[in-house]
């Protein structure tokens, strides 16, 4: 049976499978007191359960993260990766467990294949502090973060920490960590609302303006910028992390709030002209308004669309929602700070959010910072 012949099964269950029928044994008849633990997290589709069939063509297959400390990797983490490439099944469920070496010029994203020699597996042995603080920015296994590490860290990078599944901890330590990254702190929250929310004041007048010089492109693509914004607030207000852009629509999709603000998003995106482009965004402006006002984090605030000063323009004034929000912040760390929130608030490189290292992020926010 080849991979496109085998019946798809989500990553997570693959993963699973592959953990109690393969990793594990052999993990126990060599090891037998060795605590570590076992999951399917950090990045990829299957982590936020949004792999599909399409997905196997790339990066994908039977994955297992196994988290020991420092020590027992550099005792035994050779030993593992051997033994797992000798005694492993060449196929879980039809699906090879063998993977192209990933410096192969001709195959860089790694496919699986057929192998009749050892097996080059993707269960990798990693030092759990080492791989929290590449992450995360520092080892959440020891502490819980800090303002400037919260505000250091990708969403999506969140996501996948803390995200996919745990199969074992034997020591606890994965799932403390995880534990701590969960959700971010009251105050956390509240200024990275106001920051959310000042992102859409600063544009909201430019759909109309746009247009208004017979620019509908420039309009339809501020109009774009703003459904963004309206869904990453969306998901900060329900406390979910923001997936990469892939899968923001997906992510959004299961929120509470989503099914009533579909339509008004999706019309701002397939308006043709300013008129309808207004009013869809005022609904949805609306309605992001009204949630934020059920949440009870502050005072009500009016949530009805009003001309642009004196301008022909309907916007909702999102200043106003800014003010209550930033005040209400009282953690000294966060209240004298600008309003440009958190690393990816302020910064959407693909390479910046997903390749750089905890370190450089945190020396990033650092900067962003100090304005």
């Known amino acids: 049976m080849t991979p496109t012949e085998a019946a798809f099964l989500p990553g997570l269950e693959l993963s699973r499978i592959l953990y109690e029928e393969a990793v594990r044994p052999v993990l126990y008849a060599a090891f037998p007191g060795l605590p570590y633990a076992a999951a399917r997290i950090g990045p990829g589709s299957e982590v936020l359960g949004f792999d599909t069939a399409r997905s196997a063509d790339h ?8 988290f020991l400390t420092a020590d027992d990797v550099a005792a035994h983490g050779d030993t593992i990766r051997r ?11 039809g699906w090879p467990t063998h993977f192209r070496p990933a410096d192969d010029p001709l195959d860089p994203v790694g496919h699986m294949a057929a192998t009749d020699g050892p097996v080059n597996h993707r269960a990798a042995a990693h030092d759990i ?11 959440a296994t020891a502490a819980g973060p800090s303002v400037r590490d919260w505000l250091a860290m990708p969403q999506q990078r ?12 034997g020591r606890g330590l994965l799932t403390t960590a995880r534990r701590r990254l969960a959700r971010y702190p009251e105050q956390v929250w509240r200024y990275l609302l106001a920051c959310q929310w000042q992102r859409i004041s600063q544009e909201e007048a430019f759909v ?18 703003q459904v963004r914004d309206l869904m990453r607030l969306s998901l900060l207000l329900e ?50 308004a ?44 966060l ?31 650092a900067a962003a910072a100090r304005g």
């Open 129 to 139: 502090a080492g791989w929290l603080t590449r992450e995360a920015g520092f080892d």
């Open 290 to 333: 009204i949630r934020r006002n059920e949440s009870g984090l502050v005072d009500p605030v009016d949530p009805s669309p009003r001309p642009y000063h004196g301008r022909p323009f309907l916007v909702l004034h999102a200043e106003r929602f800014v003010r209550p929000l930033a005040a209400s912040v009282t953690d000294p760390e």
């Open 158 to 169: 969140l996501a996948g920490i803390t995200g996919g599944a745990v199969f074992h901890d």
């Open 83 to 93: 033994l797992l490439a000798d005694r492993l099944p060449k196929e879980i469920r």
């Open 335 to 365: 209240r004298g700070r600008p309003l440009t929130g958190s690393v990816d608030q302020w910064a959407d490189s693909t390479d910046l959010l997903t390749g750089a290292d905890g370190e450089a992020l945190r020396a990033a926010e």
């Open 239 to 288: 406390r979910r992390y923001a997936s990469y852009s892939k899968w923001l629509g997906s992510t959004f999709a299961q929120l509470d709030s989503a099914e009533g603000m579909l339509p008004s998003l999706r019309g701002a995106l397939a308006a043709t002209g300013h008129p309808d482009r207004e009013r869809h965004l005022c609904d949805a402006y609306r309605a992001v």
């Open 208 to 225: 109309g303006r746009c247009a208004e010089v017979g620019d509908e492109l420039g309009s339809a693509v501020v109009a774009a910028r």
């Open 59 to 66: 990066d994908w297959g039977p994955r297992l993260d196994l």
